[in-house]
């Protein structure tokens, strides 16, 4: 059973950094791309990073770039989420997502995702 599962969300103050991560069972990353999303209350559901299976190519919204940065380590099968300098905006319920394509670009389209894991909430408050 493919099965992607995130953890590291909790509550920190603002300036304050995060590492999220998404360990996946049940298949092998290297084969997907693999996106960052994430879904505040009342909003839809926004990209906010992806990496190509190869990892030679990442596409971030510009209202993260310089605060975020997303790795990952094959040999884990599990990707991350470094997040620093966060603000109350960043402030939502993280996803990570899969899909399987051509391995040059990722896409941040929600709607390419075909395995998504639960969530974690990440809260940046004083």
């Known amino acids: 059973q493919l099965q992607l599962v995130e953890s590291g969300g909790g509550l920190v103050q603002p300036g304050g950094s995060l590492r999220l991560s998404c360990a996946a069972s049940?298949?092998?990353?290297?084969?997907?791309?693999i996106g960052w999303f994430r879904q505040a209350p009342g909003k839809e559901r926004e990209g906010v990073v992806c990496?190509?299976?190869?990892?030679?190519?990442?596409a971030y919204v510009d209202s993260v770039k310089g605060r975020f940065a997303m790795s990952r380590d094959n040999a884990k099968n599990t990707v991350y989420l470094q997040m620093n300098s966060l603000k109350p905006e960043d402030t939502a319920v993280y996803y990570c997502?899969?899909?399987?394509?051509?391995?040059?670009?990722?896409?941040?389209?929600?709607?390419?995702?075909?395995?998504w894991g639960q969530g974690t909430q990440v809260t940046v408050s004083s």
């Open positions: 997502a899969a899909y399987a394509a051509a391995p040059r670009y990722c896409s941040t389209s929600p709607d390419r995702y075909d395995y």
């Open positions: 049940g298949f092998t990353l290297d084969y997907y791309h």
């Open positions: 990496m190509s299976r190869s990892g030679g190519s990442t």
